[in-house]
């Protein structure tokens, strides 16, 4: 079943295409290099998916996300029995400073967290115009599939981030808040375990609680992660060449997907973007629209969304 009740561009801007500079020299090495890329003219969703978006969807298709359905034993070596049992990662911070470079610090397992109730059975339900969360990769595919839509590559969704600016680090400018003001949902104060919330926000906040970026498009720079159709390769697929600049680059192949640090359980990861409520200048400064970062498909946390494209025929 898809949507057939309502013109599918409705809260979609149509994106005009053109050359961008995709990627970034000065932070993370998987940016690099920073590189002329072109692209064909899109619509894509102002905003990310919510949760009465998802809802609806639901609804509509008795959808079950991949947090609500136990786990499978023989996809994860090592899995304790009491264990096989739905539930996803809550960011649950910690009381006392943390090595930086574990992020099992911060995550923990909550059985009975899905999308509806995304920081456990026992805590709130989603707010209704927050951007759902809790959604694996398949989860944002078939949203995408049912709406008639597909999910962004990292090239569209960066060249929407940047909002027709070209090469600056943040989709307003080079400064992170300017005159001090708060223009995205990210963390302020020591990450994981200080957080000032100068921006009002300890989670996630409403969909366009922020001014939109040139493009009309809210919540590309923090919030939630966003997913992404490609999957994961550590440099660009096609950093392009003396004779002739890549069109509408895709990522990485499925085998080269795969994490080398964890071949026990080979999962696939999919390129995320755009970083989250968690992202900090002490700590993950992905904030940015070059920033990058790979994500197992199986991977629903409180902190990853997506929203979605419908490209011209």
């Known amino acids: 079943m898809t949507i057939a009740t309502r013109d599918k561009t409705e809260d979609m801007r149509r994106l005009?295409?053109?050359?961008?500079?995709?990627?970034?020299?000065?932070?993370?090495?998987?940016?690099?290099?920073?590189r002329?890329?072109?692209?064909?003219?899109?619509w894509i969703d102002e905003a990310p998916v919510t949760?009465?978006?998802?809802?609806?969807?639901?609804?509509?298709?008795g959808h079950k996300t991949l947090a609500e359905i136990p786990p499978n034993p023989n996809d994860?070596?090592?899995l304790l029995p009491h264990m096989v049992r739905p539930g996803s990662l809550v960011f649950t911070p910690p009381r006392d400073p943390v090595p930086l470079d574990n992020p099992g610090?911060?995550?923990a397992f909550h059985f009975g967290a899905y999308w509806r109730r995304p920081y456990g059975r026992h805590a709130p339900k989603a707010l209704d115009?927050?951007?759902?969360?809790?959604?694996?990769?398949a989860d944002a595919e078939a949203y995408a599939r049912w709406a008639g839509k597909d999910l962004p590559t990292e090239a569209e969704w960066e060249f929407a981030a940047r909002g027709g600016l070209e090469a600056k680090e943040f989709s307003w400018g080079d400064e992170l808040a300017p005159d001090g003001q708060m223009l995205a949902n990210y963390w302020q104060g020591r990450f994981p375990t200080?957080?000032?919330?100068?921006?009002?926000?300890?989670?996630?906040?409403?969909?366009r609680a922020y001014p939109p970026n040139g493009y009309g498009l809210y919540d590309m720079i923090g919030n939630v992660w966003e997913w992404t159709s490609d999957w994961y390769a550590e440099g660009p697929a096609a950093p392009g060449s003396p004779c002739c600049m890549p069109t509408n680059p895709r990522g990485g192949s499925l085998e080269g997907s795969y994490d080398p640090q964890m071949p026990e359980i080979p999962i696939p990861r999919k390129v995320i973007k755009g970083g989250s409520?968690?992202?900090?200048?002490?700590?993950?400064?992905?904030?940015?629209?070059?920033?990058?970062?790979p994500e197992s498909i199986d991977s629903a946390t409180t902190h990853l969304g997506f929203r979605c494209v419908i490209r011209d025929e």
């Not at 968690?278 to 070059?290: G, I, V």
């Open 129 to 137: 115009d927050h951007p759902v969360v809790q959604v694996a990769y």
């Open 194 to 207: 200080e957080n000032l919330q100068l921006d009002g926000w300890a989670r996630t906040s409403p969909v």
């Open 277 to 293: 409520h968690l992202c900090a200048e002490n700590y993950c400064q992905r904030y940015r629209p070059a920033a990058r970062h």
């Open 105 to 107: 610090g911060w995550w």
């Open 76 to 78: 994860y070596p090592g």
């Open 51 to 61: 949760n009465r978006q998802y809802e609806d969807f639901v609804r509509a298709t």
């Open 16 to 34: 005009p295409g053109g050359t961008f500079s995709m990627g970034s020299d000065r932070f993370y090495p998987e940016e690099r290099p920073k």
């Open 36 to 42: 002329q890329v072109q692209i064909d003219p899109f």
